[in-house]
């Protein structure tokens, strides 16, 4: 309208239109880089997978590459909508900072509160609570290991800590000196350790301290402390490993001051060289810290789940003292020595007793002592069988968890009761070379149940018990030695996926949400083996070799051992620890539902965040602006004539539409769009917009009301403009359909890895419980063909993503049913029972062939 | 028995050398490992490889002058290139020299291992064309 009475000002007309194809131009861009992100984010997810070798340029032209693609989109964006963004502008410089923080190798340190209970660490990121304490929490969570009751001053408090005092900037300083600078640079070092143990703690920060003490105290009685470093990132825990300050026996009125001590390890002089000799910022390095009540130890020591000195042997090694485990830590006194079968019943295989004649304990003042030890257990056995067998089961299921060889330090108190005190891999002699070559001839003895099926999304090797998951919710308790197969790989498995050794699905791809997961817990994952649902059978024993691609029955003891040996994960190099923190920063996406209040600018945290509101602002800035609500030639804006009552406004970005397409009204045939075609040729098929629930012969049911109800509901609605912005590969569509307001968003490539559909359904005229029962169905009906579904009361929101284009079309296609099916189902959901039946007559109304060829179509 | 394969692997990035060393021996390879590229070229002046997986763009002579050396001194060698993927003009020109075949960064173990395979069987053959 607005276009047409600018018709009589041709000048103006003109700005203006030049104007809307200028934002139009910036839409097709925009498109195009969002696109563009979400393939680097899938190729760079995939490259944590550990079948790719890459580098740190590889990283950096990623970064580079990412970072021009999303500022683009954004820039694009305030084109498009005329707006600034300056909330957004604000998200994405925070993003680009821990992006650039991460190739850095430096950490940035997320808000926390200062002091964190043990018994929450849980689920805690390891940049808070570093990755000694964040692995202690983890098997006291997850494995129900007893360990010490305690709390974690976190990273957060020790860059407060460090910055209240001036320490940040002088550790700047620190970073100009180099190798040569020896002396300057220890005497730099010195300086700031000084300063860190002078300082006087942030009161807060003391406070919150010395309330975690007094805690321990009142609860857990604890009159002793033992404070220890949990250091972060930089390799973290291996390679600085020792290094850092750890104080025991502390009083509790000492706590501060050990925490300083703790703190002020990061500046010691061989820290900072060791950091410079390992080409890492000698100043750079933040800490957590935990306070642990010190376990008046009878006995204590270390377990080694493989013998170092004999890694070829079944064996485990446990070294043992009385007292507290100092000696056996540092290794200069008196300890026993078992060798224990790793084989259940564990027996012990040799023994070497030593004469302990004394032992260490908590002195009555602040510190250690060193006490005699009885003179009659001074050549007995530390530990016998029983709790040798007790170490050793434990000892294997933090193995198992870790998945990989563990130097755990445990110890026993005055009760008896066995304590872990810390967990971290073992670093072993690297395996023969052509291990894995030998392997591979006794492999052959193994019967194989899949091999070389689909794609592997994780490599690793691991055992377990075939669990075929009938019930997703009830995945989200599984145990560690659960392989669990799927058939779709739904992210909804992803909350038992952290817990299982292993994830076979019969489709999906390693670009999907769960084979991310699968690679942020470094479980081995295989995916898309189209029939592992058929082959594996509930209760089996079986190998997953997500290396080879293979899958044994039984226990493939030689494999398993050649995992556990190798020196180091591909996962702990630097440049994988570089692109997952990377990845934290890209990835993950917090806005789900543009219609939710928290979808705004300022929720961004990652670049996906941000790609995902601005994608969604555009569109509704074309949708609900003036631009294409007005039919305008110059803008390539159609009618689509349907022969169903549908008023279908097509606006082609480039190659949706036929180039004879030239009158502002075209067909179907004209449609080029590859996901616009199919979803419009079964919404118009025979029976479809008709099909109202009673029409789906369903006997008769129901048959009368829907002649007597007015499609649109019962107080029809003026009718919307409905509107598909389209390209050749390209559809977003919005349709308001009386009172439900349907989007599709979908790409539809030959490349699997690029195809998505984003479904969201919503509104509806209707009381609350009918309402509720269609969303039901609706999740029902979108789960059967692979849908990711999420939404509350009456919004439904259904993602699919890496499916090859055959079953991309044929998904659309059910959409398009789904799309005239749903039109008025509200009305006629009486009843919970009614659920069911519909979800059967929908189910029985799509062909069942198109869904069985589209799953050929993903091999 | 069959003798096994010798694989030189240069590059700078230490993360590719560990890698393509810890897949290669589990392969049944011999794999040495080098990250400073005179210190490669010292080792193929003493000890024939089958197969010398180079980067291209290095300190010190480039994986060019490690080509132009094996194709001088080591003659049955075969080379495969890993190039950057803003680096292929340079890699072009090696074409010219006798390389095996290139690989882009990020490769897939899978494609690295298949060009190894084959450029190993072509340098036995060579070799034992060589020494009849």
Known sequence: MILGKLGFLSRRKAQTVARLQERLGSFRDLVEKNDRVLELIAEASEKLGGEYIFDSHYLQTLADDLREAVHAVVHDLTVVTGEPYPELLK???????RIRAALDSRIIVPEAEYVIPLDQVGTASTDVVGEKMARLGAIRARLGCRVPAGFVVTTHACRHLLDEIGATESAEELDRLGEDDGDQLAQCAKRLQQRVRRATLPRGLSRAIRRGVTRLEREHRCSRFAVRSSAVGEDGESSFAGQYKTVLGVEPENVCSAFQEVVASLYDPHVVRYRLSRGLPPGRGVMAVGCLCLVP???????????????????????????????????????????????????????TIANKETMLVASSGSGLAEDPVDEKLREEPAVRGPRLRELAEMALRIERYMRCAQDIEWTVDRDGQLFMLQTRPLKLPLPEPGLRDDLSEIVKQYPVLLNNRGEVSCRGIAHGTVHVVEDVEAAEKVSPDTVLVARTATPKLAGGLSAASAVITDHGSSTGHLSAVAREFRVPMIVNTQIA??????????TVDAEENVVYRGRVEELLRYELRRQSLFQDKPEFRMLRSMLHAIAPLSLRDP?????????CSTYHDVIRFAHETAITALTEGELVSRSSDALGVRRLALPIPLDLTVLDLGGGLTADAKDRVVGIDDVTSRPLRPLLEELTADGVWDTSPAAMDLNGFMSSATRSTPLTGPAAARPEPNLAIVSDRYLHLSLRLGYHFNIVDTYLTETRNDNYVHFRFAGGVTELARRSRRAALLKAILERYDFAVEGTGDLVIGRIKGVSATTMVA???????LIGFTRQLDIFLRDDTLVERYLEDFLTALPHASRAESFKGDG | MKRPVDVLVLDDESVVCDRLKDHLDNKGYHTEIFEESQRAIDRLADKWFDVVITDLRMEGPTGLDVLHFVRRHCNSTQVIIITGYAEMDSA?????????????????????????????RKARRLKDKETP
Do not use: C, I, W
Request: charged share 25%.
């Open chain 1, 533 to 542: 649902t058929e082959v594996l059978e509930d209760g089996v024993d079986v």
């Open chain 2, 92 to 120: 072009r020109e090696a074409e010219y020299s006798g390389v095996f075949d290139f690989v882009t960064k990020p490769f897939s173990l899978k494609t690295l291992e298949a060009k190894v395979k084959k450029a190993a």
């Open chain 1, 91 to 97: 998200a994405l410089a925070a993003a680009d900072a």
């Open chain 1, 297 to 351: 130890a009878e006995v204590s020591g270390v377990v080694y789940t493989l013998n170092p000195a004999s890694v070829e042997d079944e064996d485990l090694l446990v070294v043992a003292a009385r007292g507290l485990g100092k000696v056996v830590v540092e290794g200069d006194g008196a300890v026993d020595r078992f060798t224990v079968a790793r084989q259940p019943p564990h027996q012990v295989v040799d023994s």
């Open chain 1, 811 to 817: 998904r659309l296609r059910m959409l398009g049913r």
């Open chain 1, 595 to 603: 219609q939710a209040p928290e979808f705004t600018a300022a929720s």
